[in-house]
């Protein structure tokens, strides 16, 4: 069958000690399916060759969520989530698949694209999952979602510091912010550092890695908050993109 995804098993196995279930690997494949026919109206993602997109989009995803080679335990007791500029659901959808027992909010400020991650939800019978149209700026502001959230996740939204204005605010004290980056240098931590250290968070880990099948260089950067943000952050739409702390 053309447009089948790769199973992988081994692949999981070694660099995650995780293997999907028959039935999530189904999940995988009805996500595949569905993302290759909402790419015919929405632009919703360039990769659509199966090894690509079990690469880039799967195992990224969940490469993310694993911290020294496993899944963070906060996922086993049932953390709440939210994936902040989810777009097509990455990593957010991948992450509602293998953690039933957490709650993820899938959130981004494009209608059109929450409006498909919706019959994607619907047809792979995923219930622990929620979806938002806003703004991070803007939830970052609102009660009901500022430090609301155990983990928060955000790939390719914009530059680190901005990532940690957008993540950092909806976090519980304790909580872990994912920004999944491609490359990483020393500069970028420095200058990260700063702004962390004013949002309430600290680096915990800085992860380097290389993609299973392409070999490509990825970083993923674990903000832990340990004290609570200060009251002007997030700023208000458009001003972290603009002046980055
Ligand atoms: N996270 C997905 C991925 O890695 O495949 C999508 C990345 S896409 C390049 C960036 C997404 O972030 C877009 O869907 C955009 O609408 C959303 N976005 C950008 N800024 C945002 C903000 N301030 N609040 C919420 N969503 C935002």
Redesign the pocket.
Known sequence: MTNSLPEMAEIWQQTLNWQPSAHQQGQFQRLYHLILEGNRQLNL?RITDPQEFWEK?LWDSLRGIALKGEFITSLKEGASVI??????G??GIPVTIIAPNCTITL????RK?ITFIETVLTELALTNAKTLV????EIGQQPKHRQAYDVAL?????TASVCAE?TLPLLKQGGLAII?RGNWTEDETTGLENAVKQLGGVIEAIEKFTTPLSQSIRHCVYLRKVASTPVQFPRA?GVPTQKPL
Do not use: C, Q
């Not at 994936?83 to 097509?88: C, F, K, V, Y």
């Not at 806003?134 to 700026?137: D, N, P, S, W």
């Not at 955000?154 to 914009?158: D, K, L, T, Y």
């Open positions: 993602t989009h994936d902040i500029g989810t777009g097509a990455f990593p959130m981004d400020s494009t694209k806003a703004r991070a700026e955000i790939r390719a939204v914009g957008y999944y739409t």
